[in-house]
């Protein structure tokens, strides 16, 4: 069976710092070979509140 929903990407998430489920932002930490690294931080106090990995689907090719 082929899945519908691939990704998602968290809108709000609990903010230990201001005890609550708030708004996030996501920002691009780091491009790796496996894929992209994103932490989400709230948008309140700028907390880190949690991250995500983005598995690339294709080979990542380097040409020489």
Request: proline share 5%; glycine share 4%; hydrophobic share 30%.
């Amino acid at each position: 069976m082929k899945s519908d929903y691939r990704d998602f990407d968290a809108t709000e998430l609990y903010c230990p710092k201001c005890r609550r489920a708030v708004p996030v932002r996501k920002r691009l930490l780091l491009v790796l070979a496996e894929g992209d690294q994103y932490d989400y931080s709230c948008a309140y106090c700028g907390t880190s509140v949690g991250d995500k990995m983005d598995k690339k689907k294709d080979n990542l090719r380097i040409p020489r």
